[in-house]
């Protein structure tokens, strides 16, 4: 009698158990799914955030990182809920903490924060090695289009360095046609320049946490178009 009275207590632990993971394991399903992204409009939602941003402000300049980022993501969210909603920005925030936007380098903020990046297995070096190339080298829009695909084709890459290379590319296209279309924003960015690499840039350097990359993106790039 013991025996069968253990047995059940065993199977409704067991049952309980399996339930509560498959539970867990569904709300996980559904956090990624609401906030999946294909990687090829990672550069549409870029832009989609510039936009957003500009019209809010009305001409205001604000200066403060914490503000941009969270109305950047605000914008985002209210009009593409499914996408950026609980998106969590914090790694963002205490990225750029304590930056002063008037005298931001992206090419000072990238040598500062690769290193760890790497360390933590959220970017590939090889990838790092490319944006360095591309920065020594000082390349334009188009030259780095061209050095990207040589990268791509004489180089061995995992699945995470392929989807990565595709977001940086994405948002790299995709950033030289909304400069290239809106230069009245105190901005002179022009395809090839510092603010078109950086929002590709700050995209790719957190392109480990989905959304947050494309929010990183657009932080980047308006920290440079206030420092040209």
Sequence with gaps: MKKIIYSILLLTVTNSVFISCAKDEQIVKQIEEKNKIELTDYGFFHNEGLSLYYKSQNGFRETNTDVIIQKIT?????KYPKEFSNVDISDVKNAFKNTDIQKF????FWNSKKEELYLNNKLSPKIGGLVDKILKEEMSHEQYMLEIQKFRKENTLDTSEQNSLIIF????ESSKQYWSSHNS????????????????MGALMFVYSGPLSIIAGCATSLFVNEAL
């Design 185 to 200: 924003h105190k901005l002179t960015a022009r395809p090839g320049s510092q603010a078109i690499i950086a929002d590709g």
């Design 169 to 172: 590319e994405n948002v790299l």
């Design 74 to 78: 605000t914008q985002l969210e209210n």
């Design 105 to 108: 380098n992206i090419v000072s």
